[in-house]
């Protein structure tokens, strides 16, 4: 799955769900732009990792639910880079796990305008560079809670319906200009912020102590979500787009 000579924009690239598709996608011969809002040491720290692979890597600091800074960093990358190919939309951020009538209006606020502000941001603005390619693609990191809907998450159920919303109005908006939309949704995956959900909903300090309870005989990992996105984003896929992968083990009907 080559994706040699292609240049990737990964939001929340640095840790992660986002840093291990930055390495997943720079092992297929990607050049990475790794977006990232605060964590400067690990964004440094994922574009050596990246550049080991012997592709090249740049880091960009930007909140993306900030127009202005995604309008400068997009225009940054083109500049460095020359085109841009794919766009993951993974940065996202947790709510507190509480009832609507218990949460601050304020996180709503923070929590939605990050996860569907941002993919709308950085969306709008890659769209004309990926006008220009021979093919792009778009990747939304939803989440598997898109299944069920559970209680206790509004913010963070809203800003993953806001993103699947703009993901399917997009595959169809732009088909006729060969752009791939697609979204990939995990369940609990093992990064720090599937460390802290796990012990706050289930007390579990070390999620490799659910092992053997998990599907597979293992708690999903984030190159286990990076394979689904190299997939998606490669020659293989010919014809899908539009469509909502979950990735946690699962059989619908099991969900």
């Known amino acids: 799955m080559s994706l040699k000579g292609r240049v990737a924009i990964i939001t929340g690239g640095n840790r992660g769900i986002g840093r291990g598709i930055a390495l997943g996608l720079a092992e297929d011969g990607a050049d990475i732009a790794v977006n990232y809002r605060r964590d400067e040491e690990g964004a440094t720290e994922t574009v050596g990792a990246l550049r ?9 600091q ?7 800074a995604v309008r400068e960093m997009v225009a940054a990358v083109a500049a460095d880079f020359s085109h841009i190919d794919i766009l993951v939309n993974n940065a996202g951020i947790a709510s507190r796990g509480n009832s609507v009538a218990d949460t601050d209006p304020a ?7 990050t996860h569907c502000f941002g993919s709308f941001y950085t969306t709008h603005e890659v769209i004309p560079h990926l006008r220009e390619r021979p093919r792009g693609d778009i990747i939304m990191i939803s989440s598997a809670g898109t299944r069920r809907w559970a209680g206790n998450g509004a913010p963070y159920n809203v800003g993953k319906a806001g993103i699947e919303a703009i993901a399917n109005g997009v595959a169809k908006e732009e088909l006729r200009n060969n752009i791939r939309v697609n979204i990939v949704a995990p369940g609990l995956v093992e990064t720090e912020m599937g460390r802290r959900l796990a012990r706050a909903t289930r007390g579990v300090e070390n999620l490799r102590d659910i092992d053997d309870n998990s599907p597979f005989g293992h708690v999903c990992q984030p ?5 689904v996105v190299r997939y998606l984003v490669s020659d293989l896929n010919s ?13 619908g009907e099991m969900s």
Do not use: K
């Open 52 to 60: 080991n692979l012997g592709v090249r890597a740049q880091a960009y």
């Open 62 to 68: 930007a909140s993306v639910d900030d127009y202005e």
């Open 107 to 113: 996180e709503f606020e923070r929590v939605v305008r």
């Open 223 to 227: 190159e286990d979500v990076a394979n």
């Open 239 to 251: 014809y899908v787009t539009g469509e909502r992968i979950y990735v946690d083990g699962l059989a």
